[in-house]
């Protein structure tokens, strides 16, 4: 997983509320069996018309913009579908970071196992952010250790943040690997398991081959 | 000490560690399919890591199958992509001994169909799924939600997810429903009432004599839903419709053993002195069948209803959103929901795609016949469910009527395969998201009952079923 400390570059405003995972990622790519290549998927029926061209009134396809890295959203950002696609094509694209005032709880997963950012602000702040950004090319910075925006007239913003998922994004951990340091507790539950709802396991359960 | 909700109860007896404010729950049914396990298995063979309990794991082809030509299997898949999609899950599956219900196996069809009528889905359980809508597991009493690929890939590996504990939210529904309001209608009505993130961060629990009066069908119906709410999950406590849903099904306990599961099944309810973070209430009989008119799952309206102004909307942010919704809708403010006409009619869905959805439109469609212009669609939910319907002579109705009689799949919910709405077609459909663009690109979604979506069919435009000629 990609680690996460400070991530610097110029913000992309798009506060519409609910924006949603069909939007970031268009189910004619969900055919996908690979993780990579999403970025221009991304905002797919947003960004181009029916022949493909670039639909101009669109904020990606105006200048300051194209290369963002952060993503200044709405409400419940990334809300519907589970599809980790919207994560991979955001971070393909060069997103590292979105900032919203909520976010869809799956997305939110999907975005920590990926090592994409993502800053939740009061409302209020997060506008005031968007407005700094309008039309910037310059830098915004992100510290997330110490959990510190810095934006281009170099206002200091602090930021809360879960602190498991800090310290796992800053590692870039193998989460399956740091679970699998669980093997007591798992096989224990299973044998307790095995005992107490016979009906789940054994030769008579479903999904055993026979 | 105050008592557990039957969320706290199901969370408890799955911990097997905390840190950071988060916990490791035992899983006790992964479900799977095509669309959001390809990397997951890759990453696990790329690791050197097998699959943990493939006893414990159940796949299906639907998110990006067709729905005509299933006989063939694979070869019915005209997309080179989607294709290799599907034999992709195949191999994987293969190597890991999961058992896969494949194209033509009439026990396929949607997972959140497929696990409860197997008696897969059982109460008291961890259900995920790589799909948002796995919270329609929820109806039996199970804490089910939906997850990313890479926790697909951490199930397949440790039968565990990190967890952080939700909020316990409880809503009531309250009064009884009046004729033609469906359990569709109370969950549009729920989501019209707290908006689509108005339970982000909670597990919904479902209760009150409406929920109680239910079915397994209408409480799935509602439960599926949940995520429109922006819910972990929803649940409704089990009880005697629970129970006898589940006698008899493959996955069931066996006769010996059904007496100690259903007296464990039945300590999976909310203490009287449990305490909930939010209280919501909703009263039933003040809910008329329910449309969408925007892009949004909370943008309802009562079929006797008018499409809303922006100005309506005192938040300019929200005036803007409406606006946006209205113009990509094509609606004019102001107008009778029931002169919006339609062309195309979608009935099926993980939501709306079990036998009593379909008893309701043939029970609607029977003698009479879809409206010129007007394609319409049926898709069950499962080849048992078409079977079934069949036999019921339920299939014969509703293609004497002008219905297209299709095979199961997720088909034009998500449009990932052929089925899907022409640019600026507008359809009266039972799935359950009319965003932009989710039912084919440009593309109308009007959310609603399959008995509206029934009538709408047969009149070609959107139509109050309770005052529809019988």
Same mark, same amino acid.
């Given at each position: 997983m990609k680690r996460v400390d400070i991530i610097t570059g110029n913000a992309v405003p798009l506060l519409q509320a609910n924006v949603d995972t069909d939007q970031i990622l268009p189910k004619q790519f969900l055919r996908t069996i690979s993780r990579e290549g999403l970025a221009g998927a991304l905002f797919f029926?947003?960004?181009?018309? !029916?022949?493909?061209?670039?639909?101009?009134?669109?904020?990606?396809?105006?200048?300051?913009?194209?290369?963002?890295? &952060?993503?200044?959203?709405?409400?419940?950002?990334?809300? #519907?579908?589970?599809?980790?696609?919207?994560?991979?094509?955001?971070?393909?694209?060069?997103?590292?970071?979105? *900032?919203? +005032?909520?976010?869809? !709880? &799956?997305?939110?997963?999907?975005?920590?196992?990926?090592?994409?950012?993502?800053?939740?602000?009061?409302?209020a702040d997060v506008e005031a952010l968007a407005a700094e950004a309008a039309g910037q090319s %310059?830098?915004?910075?992100?510290?997330?250790?110490?959990? *510190? &925006?810095?934006? +281009?007239? #170099?206002?200091?913003?602090?930021?809360?943040?879960?602190?498991? %998922?800090?310290?796992?994004?800053?590692?870039?951990?193998?989460?399956?690997?740091?679970?699998?340091?669980? !093997?007591?507790?798992?096989?224990?539950?299973?044998?307790?398991q095995n005992e107490a709802l016979p009906w789940l396991s054994g030769s008579s359960a479903p999904g055993i081959a026979r | 000490m105050a008592g557990k909700t039957l969320y706290d109860k199901i969370w408890d007896a799955h911990v097997l560690a905390s840190e950071d404010g988060r916990s490791l729950l035992y899983v006790d049914l992964h479900l799977i399919h095509e669309v959001t396990t390809p990397q997951a298995f890759e990453g696990l063979r790329s690791s050197g890591r097998s699959v943990r309990r493939p006893d414990r794991t159940l796949a299906v082809a639907d998110h990006n199958v067709p729905t005509i030509g299933q006989a063939n299997g694979v070869a019915a898949i005209a997309n080179h992509d989607s294709r290799t999609q599907l034999q992709t899950l195949q191999s994987n599956v293969a190597a890991a001994g999961i058992e896969f219900f494949g194209l033509n196996d009439p026990r396929n069809g949607v997972v959140h169909v497929v696990g409860p009528e197997q008696g897969r889905t059982q109460p008291g359980m961890v259900i995920v799924c790589g799909d948002s809508h796995t919270s329609t597991h929820g109806a039996f009493g199970a804490l089910a939600f939906g997850v990313g690929t890479?926790?697909?890939?951490?199930?397949?590996?440790? $039968?565990?997810?990190?967890?952080?504990?939700s909020r316990n939210m409880r809503i009531q529904f309250v009064g009884a429903a009046a004729p033609w309001v469906e359990a569709k209608d109370l969950a549009l009505a729920m989501i019209g009432q707290i908006g689509t993130g108005g339970a982000t961060g909670c597990v919904i629990e479902y209760a009150g004599e409406a929920i109680r009066a239910l079915t397994m069908e209408g409480r799935m119906t509602l439960c599926n839903m949940s995520i429109e709410a922006g819910a972990r999950a929803g649940i409704v406590a089990p009880d005697e419709v629970t129970f006898s849903y589940l006698r008899g099904r493959p996955g069931s306990p066996a006769d010996s053993l059904r007496n100690q599961a259903e007296l464990h099944w039945s300590q999976y309810f909310t203490d009287e002195d449990?305490?909930? @973070? @939010?209280?919501?209430?909703?009263? =039933?009989?003040?809910?008329? /069948? =329910?449309?969408?008119?925007?892009?949004?799952? $909370? @943008?309802?309206?009562? =079929? @006797?209803?008018? =499409?809303?102004? /922006?100005?309506e909307f005192g938040d300019p942010v929200k005036a803007a959103s409406v606006r946006r919704s209205l113009d990509y809708m094509g609606l004019t403010a102001g107008m009778p929901i029931t002169d919006i006409r339609i062309e195309r009619v979608f009935i099926g869905s993980c939501t709306n795609g079990r036998i009593e959805d379909l008893r309701q439109a043939a029970a609607v469609a029977g003698g009479r016949h879809v409206a010129p212009g007007v394609r319409a669609m049926v898709v069950p939910g499962s080849g048992r469910v078409r079977l079934q319907a069949e036999a019921e002579g339920l299939a014969r109705t509703l293609i004497e009527a002008g219905f297209e009689w299709r095979e199961p799949g997720c088909s034009m919910c998500l449009a990932m395969n052929d089925d899907r709405l022409e640019p600026l077609e507008r359809c009266a459909s039972t799935s359950n998201r009319n965003f932009e663009g989710r039912q084919g690109r440009d593309g109308r979604t009007h959310l609603m009952s399959p008995a509206m979506a029934a009538a709408a069919a047969i009149t070609g435009h959107i139509t109050d079923i309770r005052i529809f000629p019988s």
């Amino acid at each position: 997983m990609k680690r996460v400390d400070i991530i610097t570059g110029n913000a992309v405003p798009l506060l519409q509320a609910n924006v949603d995972t069909d939007q970031i990622l268009p189910k004619q790519f969900l055919r996908t069996i690979s993780r990579e290549g999403l970025a221009g998927a991304l905002f797919f029926d947003w960004r181009f018309d !029916e022949t493909g061209a670039e639909i101009p009134d669109f904020i990606l396809n105006q200048t300051p913009y194209r290369h963002a890295s &952060i993503l200044i959203a709405g409400e419940n950002f990334a809300c #519907g579908s589970s599809r980790e696609h919207a994560v991979w094509a955001l971070l393909d694209y060069g997103i590292s970071c979105v *900032i919203a +005032p909520s976010f869809a !709880e &799956i997305f939110a997963g999907n975005a920590a196992n990926n090592g994409l950012l993502l800053i939740t602000l009061p409302k209020a702040d997060v506008e005031a952010l968007a407005a700094e950004a309008a039309g910037q090319s %310059t830098d915004f910075r992100i510290d997330l250790p110490l959990q *510190i &925006i810095t934006t +281009p007239s #170099g206002r200091e913003l602090a930021f809360e943040f879960d602190a498991g %998922t800090k310290r796992k994004l800053i590692a870039g951990l193998d989460a399956i690997g740091e679970t699998q340091l669980h !093997e007591r507790a798992i096989a224990a539950f299973e044998t307790q398991q095995n005992e107490a709802l016979p009906w789940l396991s054994g030769s008579s359960a479903p999904g055993i081959a026979r | 000490m105050a008592g557990k909700t039957l969320y706290d109860k199901i969370w408890d007896a799955h911990v097997l560690a905390s840190e950071d404010g988060r916990s490791l729950l035992y899983v006790d049914l992964h479900l799977i399919h095509e669309v959001t396990t390809p990397q997951a298995f890759e990453g696990l063979r790329s690791s050197g890591r097998s699959v943990r309990r493939p006893d414990r794991t159940l796949a299906v082809a639907d998110h990006n199958v067709p729905t005509i030509g299933q006989a063939n299997g694979v070869a019915a898949i005209a997309n080179h992509d989607s294709r290799t999609q599907l034999q992709t899950l195949q191999s994987n599956v293969a190597a890991a001994g999961i058992e896969f219900f494949g194209l033509n196996d009439p026990r396929n069809g949607v997972v959140h169909v497929v696990g409860p009528e197997q008696g897969r889905t059982q109460p008291g359980m961890v259900i995920v799924c790589g799909d948002s809508h796995t919270s329609t597991h929820g109806a039996f009493g199970a804490l089910a939600f939906g997850v990313g690929t890479s926790e697909v890939e951490h199930v397949l590996a440790t $039968q565990t997810i990190w967890q952080g504990r939700s909020r316990n939210m409880r809503i009531q529904f309250v009064g009884a429903a009046a004729p033609w309001v469906e359990a569709k209608d109370l969950a549009l009505a729920m989501i019209g009432q707290i908006g689509t993130g108005g339970a982000t961060g909670c597990v919904i629990e479902y209760a009150g004599e409406a929920i109680r009066a239910l079915t397994m069908e209408g409480r799935m119906t509602l439960c599926n839903m949940s995520i429109e709410a922006g819910a972990r999950a929803g649940i409704v406590a089990p009880d005697e419709v629970t129970f006898s849903y589940l006698r008899g099904r493959p996955g069931s306990p066996a006769d010996s053993l059904r007496n100690q599961a259903e007296l464990h099944w039945s300590q999976y309810f909310t203490d009287e002195d449990a305490v909930f @973070d @939010d209280e919501i209430v909703v009263d =039933v009989s003040k809910i008329a /069948p =329910v449309v969408t008119w925007g892009t949004s799952p $909370q @943008d309802i309206a009562p =079929v @006797d209803g008018k =499409v809303p102004s /922006p100005t309506e909307f005192g938040d300019p942010v929200k005036a803007a959103s409406v606006r946006r919704s209205l113009d990509y809708m094509g609606l004019t403010a102001g107008m009778p929901i029931t002169d919006i006409r339609i062309e195309r009619v979608f009935i099926g869905s993980c939501t709306n795609g079990r036998i009593e959805d379909l008893r309701q439109a043939a029970a609607v469609a029977g003698g009479r016949h879809v409206a010129p212009g007007v394609r319409a669609m049926v898709v069950p939910g499962s080849g048992r469910v078409r079977l079934q319907a069949e036999a019921e002579g339920l299939a014969r109705t509703l293609i004497e009527a002008g219905f297209e009689w299709r095979e199961p799949g997720c088909s034009m919910c998500l449009a990932m395969n052929d089925d899907r709405l022409e640019p600026l077609e507008r359809c009266a459909s039972t799935s359950n998201r009319n965003f932009e663009g989710r039912q084919g690109r440009d593309g109308r979604t009007h959310l609603m009952s399959p008995a509206m979506a029934a009538a709408a069919a047969i009149t070609g435009h959107i139509t109050d079923i309770r005052i529809f000629p019988s």
